[in-house]
């Protein structure tokens, strides 16, 4: 099953196995890791999903959509290119090994 | 303005959005007194908004629904209590439940939300009829749904409509009726209330307006078989749903002697007449910071909104609720957006000339209240932006040729 690495402000890593076709917000909040809030349910609607992707690992993910772009602009901790909202990043086999950074805040 | 010292104790009564958001947030602001968080569902706290999306076309199941796994509760101290409040003691700061239990508080928060209107006519308690509020509800409707030929859906509202979306795509054959003469009318403009009459037509829903039901008539199994309408029609159906709106459950608060005025009387700082007593979300009536008037609104931004603020507050800072509300409905494959909030508009500028993809702003002289994007997020995201910023434009710039909100 393909692997997330979640690692917060402190450096604090967490890997756990997060289901083909279920979101990598999914999968933090289903392991209770801390760092995503995810106020509208992984619906593009909210922003407090945002992750930094470990450039080591950015070459895994397509760019955003226009809908996530957007939303992006509504971050609490400053957008970089590396951005993304966790919600739009499905989980497959291409996905596995991912390394995402929570931001200090989400909002 | 500093909030005082933090109370010893918080408990909550309700465990949905908002009742979750300020346990959760009391923890994120260092809160270290004891969190009771009360709920009458023997479920974890979850999210509703899938109950007539994902979640109602099977898409997800109930844990996807959880806002946070079990373990959440007991990492972060949260006492998760299952039982309904039957009694406030304002006197005594207590809460009793209904197996007799009690528990004191430093500080109260009523987050009780709200529950469907039933209609008052002969029938409405037949099998086959539902409401929607809970995952049990939409448990029971799913499974009805699954048998079902003929559907109708009482009410154009979201609920009614996104449900009526689904039951579509499950190729049931479906009739919506509604008193008024359009889809959503307290939501929405006129011009985004016609989309979605022409999105649901198009999809082969049967929409009927200004038509009421008399009755609601059985079969020899009391199960539901037709509805009447106020004109002496007949629909027949073998499910029905009540999207009538919802009723704010202040039962608590009123009988504590707590002013209600449309829902739960709160200061701009969300306490309600006791300072002992907070109430936020759907059951709170709250005055809007820019025109003083009470609001009492239905979503998850204002749920949240409002527990936030008050775990900030009861955490030792404290400033008024001021957030900018924002919503969202799924129907089919549109996504309608709706960000501020329109307290009646004078005039309105439509941007776009696609009629499936289209903002609205509405306007009341040269205040911009809201804007309503249908598959337009982009403009949505601006004009959330622009509302929050105070830059918004006004009817004449927004009207200029090649005017864009982004
Ligand atoms: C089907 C559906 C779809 C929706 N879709 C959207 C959407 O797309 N976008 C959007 O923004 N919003 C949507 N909403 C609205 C949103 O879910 C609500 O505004 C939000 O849940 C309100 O949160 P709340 O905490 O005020 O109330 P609730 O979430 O309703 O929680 C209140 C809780 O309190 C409990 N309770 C009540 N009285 C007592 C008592 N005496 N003792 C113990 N517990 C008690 C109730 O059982 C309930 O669990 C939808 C709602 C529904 C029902
Ligand atoms: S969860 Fe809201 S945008 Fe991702």
Redesign the interface.
């Known amino acids: 099953m393909p692997k997330i690495t979640y690692v917060n402000v402190d450096g604090d890593q967490t890997s756990v196995d997060v289901p083909a076709g279920t979101s990598v917000m999914?999968g933090a909040?289903?392991?209770?890791i801390d760092g995503i809030v995810a106020?509208?349910?992984g619906?593009?609607?909210c922003a407090t999903c945002h992750v930094y992707v470990d450039e080591s690992t950015l070459d895994k993910l397509d760019p955003p959509q226009?809908?996530e772009d957007?939303?992006l602009?509504?971050t609490a901790c400053p957008r970089r290119p590396n951005s993304r909202l966790s919600c739009q990043l499905k989980s497959s086999d291409a996905l596995d090994g991912l390394i995402v950074h929570t931001p200090e805040r989400q909002? | 303005m500093a909030g005082g010292a933090p109370p010893e104790s918080v408990v909550v009564v309700g465990a949905g959005q908002g009742g979750y958001q300020t346990a959760a947030s009391l923890r994120e602001h260092g809160y270290r007194g004891g969190i009771t968080l009360i709920s009458a569902e023997d479920a974890l706290p979850y999210?509703r908004?899938?109950l007539t999306k994902a979640y109602l076309k099977g898409e997800a199941d109930e844990?996807?629904?959880?806002?946070?796994?079990a373990?959440?509760y007991v990492?972060q101290s949260i006492d998760l209590v299952s039982g309904t409040v039957t009694e406030i003691d304002p006197a005594a700061r207590s809460v009793r439940l209904s197996d007799g239990s009690t528990y004191d508080y430093g500080h109260l928060v009523l987050a009780t939300g709200a529950t469907p209107r039933t209609l008052d006519v002969p029938g409405a308690e037949l099998r086959g009829v539902h409401t929607l509020r809970t995952a049990q509800d939409a448990a029971a409707l799913q499974s009805s749904l699954a048998g079902a030929r003929r559907v109708v859906v009482v009410g154009a509202g979201f609920i009614g409509l996104e449900f009526a979306a689904v039951a579509r795509e499950a190729g049931v054959r479906v009739t919506v009726v509604e008193t008024l003469d359009r889809p959503l009318a307290r939501a929405v403009s006129a011009y985004t209330a016609a989309h979605f009459t022409r999105l649901h037509r198009r999809h082969g829903t049967e929409l009927l307006f200004g038509q009421s039901v008399k009755s609601l008539q059985g079969d020899s199994r009391s199960h539901v078989k037709a509805v009447e309408l106020a004109d002496g029609s007949r629909l027949p159906a073998d499910l029905v749903l009540i999207g009538v709106g919802v009723t704010p459950r202040t039962e608590l608060a009123a009988a504590a002697g707590l002013p209600v005025h449309g829902g739960i009387a709160v200061d701009s700082r969300l306490r309600t007449a006791d300072p002992h007593i907070s109430a936020i979300g759907d059951c709170a009536a709250f005055p809007q910071v820019r025109s003083g008037s009470r609001l009492r609104l239905e979503c998850?931004?204002n749920a949240?909104g409002h527990g936030?603020s008050v775990a900030e507050r009861l955490a030792g800072t404290s400033r008024a609720y001021d957030e900018l509300p924002?919503f969202?409905s799924?129907q089919f494959s549109t996504t309608v957006?709706i960000a501020g909030f329109d307290e009646g508009h004078d005039s309105e500028v439509v941007l776009g000339t696609d009629p499936d993809a289209f903002s609205v702003l509405l306007f009341r002289g040269d205040d911009l209240q809201a804007v309503e994007s249908v598959n337009r997020?982009?403009d949505?995201?601006?004009a959330?932006?622009l509302l929050t910023q105070g830059t918004a434009p006004t009817p004449e710039e927004a009207s200029a040729p090649g005017f864009g909100l982004k």
């Open positions: 999914r909040v289903f392991n209770d106020q509208c349910g619906n593009m609607q226009e809908q957007e939303m602009g509504f909002n | 999210e908004p899938p844990a996807m629904l959880w806002l946070r796994p373990t959440y990492r998850v931004q949240v936030r924002w969202w799924d957006q997020p982009g949505h995201a601006a959330r932006r």
